[in-house]
């Protein structure tokens, strides 16, 4: 079977895993669609990383083959996501940055630079675990050929998670054309969710995951800020997990498999047009630790949990010698602290919610969350919001 593949939300797909459809990827249902509200702020007019000014998204998808594992030709449910902070004529103009581990069990390239200098260079590319090397050296080539480089060296941020439950993990199907395609193919407005970009082959609490986005905007001594962000899930035990601060995973485990071990993982990626120090964007960062754990996640020792926060302010972040730069005081910064707890929480309510079930290698199967069921839990809660 030919490769199949994605860029940014169109897919072309191997049915009856996904709807092959650009429109349905785009128009995916999400938590709002079925009633489910996370928290008290306001979200921005697309809820996604996107709705701060400057910030693009595109995914490529890799979705061939079935039945019985040959490493190398499949089956294959992989891709990679890459996350742009500013649009590619500014990519050479870094954003501030920080960078926390809530448990390490993971990888981040880029991130003892973004530790020490406080800014990220270039694009955030985020995939599987054994194409995390591909996709951070696919990135330096496009970054070279596409924009001349980012000065004479350049370490990208590039994270992954592990998917080789369903996909061909050993294969490497992850190429440098499908980094391109995700990079050439960011845009900004509405995006893909669910089984789509690095996220497609991944699972979180025992359902079907993946990519999920969310946002949030607030005021600040009379200015408007947002603040965005993307996961990329793949953790979690099912009966810890719970939706809008109810039970969920209980609930719906009542008939179910006894838990297992959280020994997946989760990326996050925290977007703000906020000005902001890196100290301030690493205490942003930390924050989400605060989402996840509303979502049920203990962090375990075989979860990799790491996050990254930047903002799209101060240009100044990428000039040599003294430079003039805005930042909130730090008595001001609760707002945002609030924003990104919510916008955390409802981004992997979305990754669950948009997923679909898949069946992968050696005919692995991962059942997408019930949403018909999870309306009935939360509205026996009381936790629905009415129109």
């Not at 092959?20 to 709002?32: E, F, I, K």
């Not at 005021?219 to 109810?246: K, M, W």
């Not at 071990?261 to 996050?268: A, C, E, N, T, V």
Request: hydrophobic letters at 40%; a neutral charge; charged letters at 20%.
């Amino acid at each position: 079977m030919k490769q199949l593949l994605a860029v940014s939300a169109v897919l072309f797909t191997l049915a009856p895993l996904l709807d092959p459809s650009p429109a349905a990827q785009t128009a995916r249902v999400r938590a709002r669609d079925l009633q489910i509200v996370v928290g008290t702020l306001p979200a921005g007019p697309q809820n996604a990383i996107t709705d701060v000014a400057g910030v693009l998204v595109g995914h490529a998808t890799i979705v061939r083959g079935e039945g019985t594992l040959k490493v190398g030709e499949g089956p294959v449910r992989t891709g990679v996501t890459a996350i742009l902070p500013r649009p590619i004529a500014d990519l050479a103009t870094p954003v501030f940055a920080g960078v926390f581990s809530q448990n390490g069990n993971g990888e981040l390239t880029g991130c003892h630079w973004v530790e020490e200098a406080g800014r990220c260079e270039g694009p955030i590319c985020i995939t599987n675990t054994h194409s995390c090397g591909t996709v951070r050296d696919a990135t330096i080539k496009w970054l070279v050929e596409r924009t001349g480089g980012i000065g004479q060296w350049a370490l990208p941020v590039t994270g992954e998670t592990f998917d080789g439950y369903l996909n061909d993990i050993n294969g490497f199907h992850v190429q440098p054309s499908h980094v391109s395609a995700a990079l050439e193919g960011a845009q900004e407005g509405a995006l893909a969710e669910g089984n789509v970009g690095g996220g497609t082959g991944m699972t979180c609490h025992g359902f079907k995951c993946g990519t999920g986005t969310s946002s949030r905007v607030v005021s600040i001594d009379r200015e408007t800020f947002t603040i965005g962000v993307l996961v990329q899930a793949n953790y979690g035990v099912r009966e810890e997990l719970r939706i809008a601060g109810v039970p969920v995973g209980r609930e719906l485990s009542k008939s179910s498999v006894a838990p297992r071990k959280d020994q997946g993982s989760i990326l996050i990626v925290v977007a703000t047009d906020a000005p902001l120090l890196p100290t301030q964007l690493k205490r942003i960062a930390r924050r989400a630790a605060l989402g996840l754990a509303r979502n049920g996640s203990y962090a375990g020792n075989g979860s990799g949990d790491l996050f990254l926060a930047f903002s799209t302010a101060n240009e100044a972040a990428g000039l040599v010698g003294p430079a003039t730069v805005r930042a909130l005081g730090n008595d001001q910064l609760d707002p945002l602290f609030l924003a990104t707890v919510q916008a955390v929480e409802e981004s992997i309510v979305n990754a669950l919610i948009a997923a679909d079930t898949m069946v992968g290698v050696n005919g692995a199967k991962v059942e997408a969350i019930d949403r018909a069921a999870v309306r009935e839990i939360l509205a026996k809660y009381g936790r629905l919001v009415r129109p």
